[in-house]
Nanobody
Framework: VQLVESGGDSVQAGWSLRLSCAIS????????AGWYRQKPGKEREGVAF???????TYSESVKGRFTISRDNAKNTLYLQMNSLKPEDTAVYLC?????????????????WGQGTQVTVS
């Protein structure tokens, strides 16, 4: 399984970005997927999660500003980020797991991408 993120950039506060994560290697689309972020010197933080059938969950820090979605036909995960703030600056990583009883912050993900840098000034 391979996860490759793209779309990171340096933007000004208030701008928007859309991150993408191309997921390959699964024999079926019924995997749980999510976005995490890691700020310098801080622990990895869960941002948003989406199951195969669509239910989503968000961290409180991004709720109302970020939207997670997936295109199962393209095996691609997205994160639309609006009204970006300097505190959103981080490396954003996508994650996936084939079988999980739940798809949220408590999910144990076993597949990870390398990350894409988002800088907001």
């Amino acid at each position: 399984v391979q996860l490759v993120e793209s779309g990171g950039d340096s933007v000004q506060a208030g701008w928007s970005l859309r991150l993408s994560c191309a997921i390959s290697g699964y024999t079926h689309p019924a995997y749980c997927a999510g976005w995490y972020r890691q700020k310098p010197g801080k622990e990895r933080e869960g941002v948003a999660f989406i199951s195969f059938s669509g239910p989503v969950t968000y961290s409180e820090s991004v709720k109302g500003r970020f939207t997670i979605s997936r295109d199962n036909a393209k095996n691609t995960l997205y994160l639309q980020m609006n009204s970006l703030k300097p505190e959103d600056t981080a490396v954003y990583l996508c994650a996936a797991v084939s079988v999980a009883p739940r798809c949220d912050l408590d999910t144990h993900f076993n597949e990870w991408g390398q990350g894409t840098q988002v800088t907001v000034s």
